[in-house]
Nanobody
């Protein structure tokens, strides 16, 4: 009952920044927790950050802690991922997700966006 659409991906040089957006629509019941994941070529889907719809302190993966920031607008209908200090290893398809658990594991999320590509060049 929740739809998510990512945007804001693109190509950036190493050390640069990007801000991704995820538009949340439909009935958001059951999507209390919102998260960002990524999946590079030949790699497993990796949880990056998760936050509750009501706010509070987010949880980050060690791989992005200190570089990426998850946030929401006041209406809780747009999820953001501010990325700085980007590295070539950050190149991946980035997905937003919604679910009923605070988790960085993808099988805990019921709703997914289509993804937006981020490419970081050396």
């Amino acid at each position: 009952q929740v739809q998510l659409v990512e945007s804001g991906g693109g190509s950036v040089q190493a050390g640069g920044s990007l801000k991704l957006s995820c538009a949340v629509s439909g009935d958001t019941y059951g999507g209390y927790f919102r998260a960002w994941f990524r999946q590079g070529p030949g790699k497993e889907r990796e949880g990056l950050a998760v936050v509750a719809r009501g706010g509070g302190g987010p949880t980050y993966a060690d791989s992005v802690k200190g570089r990426f920031t998850i946030s929401q607008d006041n209406a809780k209908r747009t999820l953001y991922l501010q990325m700085s200090g980007l590295r070539p290893e950050d190149t991946a398809m980035y997905y937003c997700a919604a679910g009923r658990r605070s988790s960085l594991y993808p099988n805990n999320f019921d709703y997914w966006g289509q993804g937006t590509q981020v490419t970081v060049s050396s």
